[in-house]
């Protein structure tokens, strides 16, 4: 079984920045795309940013020039710079990562279990 695990959030003020970040364990032969999902009191699950295993990135507009999602290949971590953060951000974010484990053709989307992000005013 392949398990996400984010770190890295908590409570900060309105301008402040936070740093997450995703390690994956488990049996694990490659990771397609990573990603960053949010989910705000009483809303959807929302995507915040994604990248490819060659490094190109996908931004949510409320996000861009704020955010910046960066991966790791040799480790299969990927992490989200927050900077300038707004009360609107707070949100619990989850890691979602296409994994192909060993012996198989196709990847499958796992996630990880959420981090709570709290931004004050």
């Known amino acids: 079984q392949v398990q996400l695990v984010e770190s890295g959030g908590g409570l900060v003020q309105a301008g402040g920045s936070l740093r997450l970040s995703c390690a994956p364990s488990g049996s694990i032969f490659r990771i397609n795309d990573m990603g960053w999902y949010r989910q705000p009191p009483g809303k959807q699950r929302e995507l915040v940013a994604s990248?490819?295993?060659?490094?190109?990135?996908n931004y949510a507009d409320s996000v861009k020039g704020r955010f910046t999602i960066s991966r790791d290949n040799a480790k299969n971590t990927v992490s989200l710079q927050m900077n300038s953060l707004k009360p609107e951000d707070t949100a619990v974010y989850y890691c979602?990562?296409?994994?192909?484990?060993?012996?198989?053709?196709?990847?499958?989307?796992?996630w990880g279990q959420g981090t709570q992000v709290l931004v004050s005013s």
């Open positions: 979602n990562a296409d994994v192909i484990r060993p012996g198989n053709s196709y990847p499958a989307k796992y």
């Open positions: 990248i490819t295993s060659t490094a190109s990135t």
